[in-house]
């Protein structure tokens, strides 16, 4: 029952962002970061374990360890289906239902 998981422009572009950020600073930390989220990310298409999101039709998954969350959705059947990453997202930021935060 494993899914493909793909990433959105969007998550791909916040997690270069998140990434780049830490890398100004450590870049050791900021490889550790990137390695936690791809995992999380990876971990997904076995078992979509993520609580109902804040936008409909979508997940939120808590990234074990950081302070970031990953917005998903699941298309397709059980078995077969795709996990989308859409966003990746601090948890500092704050944001209304049913719309995303903007990236600063």
Request: charged share 25%; glycine share 6%; net charge neutral.
């Amino acid at each position: 029952m494993t899914r493909r998981v793909s990433w959105s422009r969007d998550a791909l572009d916040e997690l270069k962002a998140e990434v780049d950020y830490i890398a100004a600073d450590n870049p050791r930390a900021a490889q550790r970061v990137r390695d936690v989220l791809d995992k999380t990310a990876a971990a997904l298409s076995d078992i979509p374990t993520g609580r109902p999101g804040r936008v409909s039709g979508t997940y939120e998954k808590t990234v074990t360890g950081l302070s970031y969350v990953i917005a998903y959705a699941v298309t397709g059947d059980r078995n077969h289906g795709t996990v989308t990453i859409l966003h990746v997202i601090h948890t500092s930021r704050d944001w209304q239902p049913e719309s995303w935060p903007r990236q600063t």
